[in-house]
């Protein structure tokens, strides 16, 4: 099927937002049906579906559809900054003299970063990376004061956001662009045929959180405007409508009237049946809020003179619904009245509301697995009105659903002074390396006068430039947050001696506490968010209270799990490169470093293999990390990061050379791409393949090739001892990162439906699914060895409701009835064959198919049984 099978993840500008088309009627009988189209829409990862009011138009959304933002790498950029007296106020050339449309001549960039250089102490801040964003105007990247440094991005971000497909033909017709930064629903308008977004948009141009004194600016309390934006299908229109256009956000902390007329993170939409009212889920806010579509249609209520919208008098319409609304549906039926339903998410209840009192009628709880603390805590992550003064900013404006909003921000604080890293560092001896074996001229030893801004190893700077948003997801064994494990000290105290012996330990990532690391991330409520709280204060009123709230935060967030890996097969084994990549990241040959160890350097090795540093141990709870820092040839000393969501990185190419690196294989302009931010810390860097060329991993085989002689690219390091053997190595490598080990095998969550005369593609599938269940897989976070996952199947049996667990060690089915004795595989289906049933089997995450289909309340009797 066109559309379907590879990926194509080593491939510039490719669509990566699919829409698969079934006839409803006759899905077909292949695995996953058959579709009838698969339409590729130019973006990534589509989320919203809308039909037009003639039926004739289906309207995609993209989910993180970007704004236009990207970053011009640290290697790139000029020396310094504009102020710092270092040279960073003048002019310099990209290495590779390359000139980007729009960009200066002859490959060159205006200077360094903008700013002083130096934080509120005078202390020498580091020279990262720098975001940019597009203007439309001049099609020029710039910084934030305005300057052209296209010269250093290689793309173009087009900013598609909402596609049309045509419903006869199956054919995308049409996209919109600038809708918003972070996409969640839509619906269409009956009447006027307007489509309705709901989204935020995202500030991330904006430098530094805290009071913005010494920097200059903040985005404290201004994170992700809540919006609906209008398309107008017929003309091609899009206005995006700030819903909280109240909200001053010169002022940091706003008086409690401005949250009660906020909105936060809209999600959900139902227009009513005469046109006149949208009804939007405020998952942040507890409330449905309603509003005039004749007001969201008009631009005279947008323009600034006149009767404006205003959104305290839109909020007397708002309807108060507690526990976290995220979807709805309005039902209007003639002599009734108007009902909404409403789906909390805290609580995980349906709600039903009179739509003319805004009385709640009914609310019915509905059945969840989860721990009671877990639930108790997800309000932290959403809810406006407790993590801000102004009611629309919250962690999960970042933090999307405790994932990532596919951005990068310079959340840096010039206000505040600098502190101290005493994370776990044992290849703090590697950093040396080249001034000791080689001397002060070598481009590393050069370059560690500058690491973290004043050459200290172990110094957080107060700057630390723009820093990709990490997921929430899988944090609970992986040490202290943040990419630099900066919250190793803070508001809770110190994790720096967790044996309690008096040393600083640095070699026990065991003994790291996140819990603890997670509790100081307590400072961004008033630092980012905007909270009116005094943390420097007295621990008690407001300030206490949020401090039990953030223990119930933690219990939520060190809960939140990693997916499987859809990018590794079914049976857990790698692709052909994948695994030869596998081979080589857990093998003996050391990726960086020097071949052998020397005396003179004390204990620790001088060299490691990619695993050395990348710990892969998931009985320990490690893919990717064990918490320890290291130095990555990079302007600061970060944490070793978790390598578990590389596969979705993957959409930006483009990059210009950068010393001590290969040649990038995408320095030329690269044309349109979907995304704006890629791997490591800061996203600058657009692929794994770029970042793998860097010449600590480069095998430096003599002769080198006469381009690249002369020091620039590095490629006479390591003299064919050390480093990725070959190119083939070397893609072997990024294939394994994409298919990295995660806490949950590729197999759970894959589905079959059985029924009589069921192909052999379906059966084959339950076999599969079978062998898994029984193979052996390792999990600190599952509880140790447990099997890839537990087999559940459900449906009708003999005319009968039925659940059953697959039992490997017998190769059979337990009914959820203590009266009906097991049934071998074989056995199953032939009853299926033989009567009339249907049965959809499915792999379900280890220690969880007893009760999804046996016992669910865990009451020790069976469902059908009770």
């Known amino acids: 099927m066109p559309g379907a099978g590879d990926p194509r993840l080593h491939e510039p500008s490719v669509p990566r937002a699919d829409v698969w088309v079934f006839e409803a009627s006759a899905s077909g009988e292949a695995l996953g049906g058959r579709p009838l189209a698969i339409v590729e829409l130019f973006g990534d990862t589509p989320r919203a579906l809308a039909v037009s009011a003639d039926g004739r138009s289906v309207y995609a959304a993209v989910f993180h559809s970007g704004n236009q933002t990207t970053a011009v790498h640290e290697g790139v950029m000029c020396y310094g900054f504009v102020e710092d007296g270092l040279g960073g106020d003048r002019p310099c050339r990209v290495m590779d003299g390359i000139s980007s449309p729009n960009g200066l001549r002859d490959g060159r960039l205006p200077g360094g970063r903008p700013g002083t250089g130096f934080n509120r102490d005078g202390e020498y801040q580091p020279w990262t990376a720098m975001i940019v964003g597009f203007d439309e105007g001049s099609g020029e990247w710039r910084d934030y004061s305005g300057r052209n440094f296209s010269n250093g991005i290689r793309f173009h971000l087009p900013d598609l956001d909402v596609f049309t497909i045509d419903a006869e033909t199956l054919e995308n017709t049409g996209s919109f662009a600038h809708v918003g930064t972070t996409l969640f629903n839509m619906a269409v308008n009956p009447k006027s045929g307007a489509l309705y977004v709901s989204n935020t948009d995202a500030q991330n141009r904006v430098p530094f959180e805290g009071p913005g004194k010494h920097g200059g600016s903040t985005v404290q309390g201004d994170i992700a405007r809540s919006q609906i934006s209008v398309i107008n299908p017929f003309n091609g229109s899009v206005n995006a409508r700030h819903l909280n256009r109240h909200i001053n956000y010169q002022r940091l902390k706003s008086p409690a009237r401005v949250a009660r007329a906020s909105v936060a993170t809209p999600t959900q939409l139902s227009v009513s049946q005469d046109g006149k009212q949208l009804y939007v889920a405020a998952l942040g806010s507890d409330r449905v809020a309603v509003y005039s579509n004749a007001q969201l249609e008009q631009d005279r209520y947008w323009d600034g003179s006149g009767k404006e919208f205003d959104p305290y008098a839109a909020a007397n319409s708002h309807i108060e619904v507690p526990g976290g609304p995220a979807g709805l549906w309005l039902a209007e039926s003639a002599g009734e009245g108007a009902k909404l339903y409403v789906l909390t998410h805290y609580d995980n209840s349906i709600v039903t509301l009179d739509v003319e009192t805004g009385e709640e009628l009914q609310r019915l709880p509905m059945f969840s697995a989860e721990p009671k603390a877990v639930q108790a805590g997800r309000f932290m992550l959403y809810n406006a009105m407790r993590s801000s003064s102004n009611g629309e900013a919250s962690c999960a404006s970042c933090h999307v659903f405790g994932d990532t909003d596919h951005l990068a921000w310079d959340l840096g604080n010039p206000d505040e002074g600098s502190t101290r890293n005493t994370n776990p560092f044992p290849t703090e001896n590697m950093t040396q390396l080249g001034c000791d074996f080689v001397g002060p001229d070598e481009p590393s030893c050069e370059l560690l006068d500058y690491v973290n801004g004043n050459g200290e190893l172990r110094r957080f700077a107060s700057n630390k430039g723009p820093m990709f948003t990490q997921t929430l997801r899988g944090i609970a064994t992986h040490g202290h947050m943040h990419w630099r494990g900066d919250r190793v000290t803070g508001y809770f105290g110190t994790d720096i001696d967790p044996d309690g012996d008096g040393n600083i330990d640095t070699g026990d990532p065991e003994a790291l506490n996140e819990r603890l690391s997670f509790l100081n991330f307590i400072v961004a409520f008033e630092g980012l968010l905007g909270l009116d709280v005094d ?34 097969q079914l049976d857990n084994s790698h692709s052909v490169s994948g695994q030869l990549g596998a081979d080589f990241f857990s093998g003996p040959r050391r990726s960086d470093g020097l071949p052998r160890d020397y005396r003179a350097n004390g204990p620790e090795p001088d060299g490691q293999t990619c695993e050395g540093c990348h710990g892969l141990d998931p009985s320990r709870g490690f893919y990717g990390t064990r918490g320890e820092v290291a130095h990555g040839g990079e302007t600061l000393i970060l944490k070793v990061p978790q390598l578990r969501n590389m596969y979705q990185k993957v959409g930006m190419f483009g990059l210009p050379n950068r010393p001590e690196f290969l040649p990038s294989h995408t320095r030329e302009h690269q044309g349109d791409q979907v995304r704006g931010f890629g791997f490591l810390h800061d996203g600058a860097t657009d692929s794994l393949l770029n970042f793998l060329r860097g010449s600590v991993f480069d095998n430096g085989q003599k002769p080198c090739p006469r381009e690249l002689a002369g020091g620039h690219f590095g490629c006479e390091m390591n003299e064919g001892r050390v480093g990725i053997p070959n190119e083939r190595v070397r893609q072997g490598l990024v ?26 593609q379906r059966r084959d599938r339950l076999r599969l699914l079978e062998a898994r269940a029984a193979a052996p897989f390792v999990s600190k976070t599952l509880g140790g060895s447990v099997t890839e996952c537990d087999l559940v199947a459900h449906g009708v049996l003999d005319g009968a409701p039925i659940a059953l667990a697959y039992v490997p060690a017998q190769e059979s089915y337990q009914p959820d009835s203590r009266a009906e004795p097991p049934i071998s595989s074989s056995r199953l289906l032939s009853r299926l064959n033989e009567a009339e049933g249907v049965l959809t089997f499915t792999c379900v995450p280890p220690g969880s198919g007893y009760r999804i289909a046996l016992d669910r309340d865990g009451d020790g009797r069976y469902n059908r049984d009770e």
């Open 535 to 568: 943390l420097n204060g007295e621990r008690t009123g407001r300030v206490a209270s949020l401090e039990r709230d953030m223990s119930k935060f933690a219990d939520f967030a060190l809960a939140l799990q990693m997916p499987p890996n859809p990018v590794r």
């Open 735 to 760: 294939d394994f990162l994409y298919e990295f080990d995660s806490d949950l095998a590729p197999i759970v969550g894959q589905q079959v439906t059985l029924s009589r005369g069921a192909n052999g």
